[in-house]
């Protein structure tokens, strides 16, 4: 009898090693879940961020510059017609922020500047967000002090052979880049396709 009861010592022991053991292992796979669940709401989100990056910009349809003979011919302002992109979510135009570079100038913003006007072409309603594919806006750019508003970006405009980088980001950060090329020759002509 005397073997039995050091047994039974030896048994509880082991027992207590054992339900030690498992209750470390289910606060490690606690852990580990909780990290698990913290990594992937973290990787949603990072790559929910992502695409609107890739997909949530602006598609330019068409620019064109009108033509002013102040003073020799120039473009005073450019009409930059924009939709959202294949894929993009709603895109907030008073939120997009715009760069436009010349040979002689660097100038950035925000399209509710007073340098810029948003009109409404086809959208349904006139809160300057895009919803639709089908929505269009158009961005006048008003660059030289010959234009209808008191704000300007550049001083004397574009004159014919003059190029300029327009890039306009998105809130999420999502960029679109033209380049605008001014024909040759200006003289005779109210409008030109940048």
Known sequence: MHKNTHRGQ?????????????????????????????????????GEESIQQVSDRLQIQSVTGNVTSDSGYD???????????????????????????TDGA?????????????????????????????????????????????????NDGLVGGDSAMLTLTTATGASTVTELRVPSSLVGRNAVTL
């Open 10 to 46: 030896v048994g509880i022991g082991t027992l207590i090693v054992f339900i030690a053991m498992v209750l470390v292992a289910a606060i490690a796979a606690g852990v580990l879940i909780n990290t698990a669940g913290l990594l992937q709401t973290q990787a949603e989100a990072t």
């Open 106 to 154: 660097v100038e950035t913003g925000v399209l509710t500047d007073n340098a810029t006007v948003i009109r409404n072409i086809t959208a349904e309603t006139n809160d300057n967000v895009i919803t639709e594919r089908s929505d269009r806006y158009k961005i006048q750019f008003n660059i030289s002090n010959r234009a209808s508003n008191d704000q300007y970006l550049i």
């Open 75 to 101: 473009i005073d302002t450019i009409n930059v017609t924009v939709t959202k992109a294949p894929g993009a979510g709603d895109i907030q135009l008073n939120n997009v922020s715009y760069q436009l570079v």
